[in-house]
């Protein structure tokens, strides 16, 4: 219990980050058809999911933005930030 508790303070500072919340904001707008596969799981999406073809230098085109919200993570987990 004490372990997820922990990392629900981490999840409620990461979700409380501005700099983060910019971040996620940013890559979400690039790609709205990804949209479909946010919220509750289920079966179906996990399916839709593993069956969807990603185009991995248009992805590699839009910048560090995944290397840098994973930097950010890493340091909210850590508790250097």
Do not use: H
Not at 5 to 18: G, R
Not at 26 to 39: L, V
Not at 51 to 61: H, T
């Amino acid at each position: 219990m004490r372990t997820y508790l922990i990392l629900k303070e981490k999840a409620a500072q990461w979700n409380a980050d501005p700099e983060i919340q910019s971040i996620v904001a940013e890559i979400n707008a690039e790609d709205p058809s990804m949209n479909q596969f946010f919220g509750k799981y289920s079966a179906e999406k996990a399916s839709a999911i593993k069956a969807q073809v990603f185009d991995r230098s248009a992805i590699a085109g839009r910048g560090l933005k995944y290397e840098r919200l994973d930097q950010l993570t890493v340091e909210v987990l850590l508790g250097v930030r």
